[in-house]
């Protein structure tokens, strides 16, 4: 009888610690992409170009590179007017945090964030955006 006792609790505990520990990534995750936002809205590429994977600064090779994309092809994270972070999950090995952006006009969008853990901490390996965007009523 003690000994499921003690079962119990150890499985308790260590149920506990992996919930404590999945709270803590998730708001680790969801401040790398804030610190992003942060940066874009602050027109400082360099710092914003920090926030992407290794694999994906090697791809864009420059701030000015990366300043180009973003500007011309996801211009709704340069300036959002609103974020709302949605469901963090595992799709094929790889971390996802849905965001919904809203951008200056109104219009709400849809996007994907690839996250990855490295070294230097959580960083953004790809972002996708997710069907066509909307008006906010």
């Not at 709400?108 to 964030?113: E, G, I, K, S, V």
């Amino acid at each position: 009888m003690r000994q499921g006792w003690i079962a119990l609790i150890l499985g308790t505990l260590m149920a506990l610690s992996s919930g404590i520990a999945a709270l803590a990534q998730d708001a680790e995750i969801k401040e790398t992409i804030d610190s992003q936002f942060e940066a874009f809205k602050a027109d400082d590429f360099d710092t914003a170009f920090g926030y992407a994977t290794p694999q994906l600064r090697f791809l864009f090779q420059s701030p000015q590179n990366f300043e180009r994309m973003v500007t011309q092809g996801y211009p709704m994270v340069h300036r959002p007017a609103e974020v709302r972070y949605l469901e963090l999950r595992e799709v094929a090995g790889n971390l996802w945090q849905k965001v919904q952006i809203t951008d200056a006009k109104g219009f709400m969008h849809l996007l994907d964030y690839k996250m990855e853990e490295t070294e230097e901490g959580w960083r953004i390996g790809a972002v996708q955006i997710l069907g066509n965007p909307g008006v906010t009523a």
